[in-house]
């Protein structure tokens, strides 16, 4: 009975530390300066210092990698992925912002002009390749989910982001279309469960949605930001429920799963090739899925296949919103609770899929294991 009390009170102290250390919104700039007062601080310690701390800024991958370089510690990796990644549609600091004016109303139509036409020739362009997608699911959602779970989670207890679970996918591209890479007599099947959201399209597909969709919409200037080769343009759109081809699969009851929501965000162009670097989607789902919030947000780089350069997807961020409901007795009703769930994906290891053959002489010996053409690189 001692013991109980003592693990009791224990699990109430953990639960007061964690209401008082959590759900701390602060600034890039401070987060760096926590970072910093932390360095040469244990790995957990340093992950410690970072759990349930929101930004209230964009955390730009340079930032981000210069703070892992600091911290390489796992833990503190993956917390730092997750502070990162949460902040993802938030704007970037005003300090990391060019000061270069707003282009005039008609170089903002030429730059637009020169994405819509990049997207049509992008896609139609890319070769068959293979790529690896590695994504790490993190999730804030109440570890209690047991007949008592009310007695301590309520719906304004903070809770951090932790990883729930990693997967790595081989991912082919092949005649404009993105299918798993895997061999038809494979018995080891990438297994996620539908309680992991996940997202797909980054190859093509997402860009040629938006733009077609924003088309119908409504584009306007945003403002500058900067990129690896120079000034990247960005530009806010907003795509009403009414003419949207943007598809979310969401099963809030049975029978209603797949939406076309309105939705908004922004696209970063390259004002000199029209290749969009990053775009961002925010939708919010109409009833009976309206409590869900769902965005989406893809950042392009050059990526080499062969002997020539392509712009591909490096990085996606996926983050929704959405209520769990624990408890639930005749004497106590079921409490909603607000939790979030961070994909984190990295597109690596691009390689080109094509065939291979070769004319032999009738009788000639054919090499053992050269006898037919498909194989990756």
Known sequence: MVGMRKLAL??????????????????????????????GKPDLKVAHL????????????????????????????????????????????????????????????????LAVHYVEEAIRGLPNFLATRQTVYYEDAPAELGMNS?????????????????????????????????????????????????????????????????????VSWSHWERGDTGLVAHFHYTVPEQ??????????????VEHFPGYDGDFGVNPATGAILRIAIRAQLPAPCQKVATSIVTEFGEVTLGERTYVCPLHGVSLTEMPIYLGGTTARPAVEIPTRQVNDVIFTGYRLFHATARIVSIGEDVPEGKEQGPTGP
């Open 10 to 39: 224990l699990a109430l102290f953990c639960l007061l530390a964690a209401r008082a250390h959590a759900g701390q919104k602060i600034s890039v700039d401070e987060a760096e300066q926590r970072l910093a007062q932390a360095e």
């Open 50 to 113: 970072l759990e349930g701390v929101e930004l209230t800024e964009r955390c730009s991958p340079a930032r981000l990698a210069r703070w892992q370089a600091a911290h390489p510690g796992k833990h503190t990796h993956d917390a730092l992925v997750a502070l990162a990644d949460a902040s993802a549609l938030l704007n970037l600091p005003p300090a990391e912002l060019p000061p270069d004016p707003a282009p005039n109303l008609d170089e903002q139509r030429r730059m637009v002009t």
């Open 150 to 218: 009310t007695l301590s989670v309520s719906a304004d207890t903070p809770r951090p982001l932790r990883v729930a679970t990693r997967t790595s996918i081989n991912i082919a591209y092949r005649a404009g279309h993105e299918v798993l890479d895997l061999p038809p007599t494979s018995k080891r099947r990438p297994y996620v469960s539908s309680h992991y959201l996940t997202t797909s399209g980054e190859f093509g597909p997402i860009l040629n949605i938006v733009v077609v969709d924003a088309a119908k919409g409504r």
């Open 243 to 256: 003419v949207s081809h943007y598809h979310v699969t969401f099963p809030c009851e049975p029978g209603a």
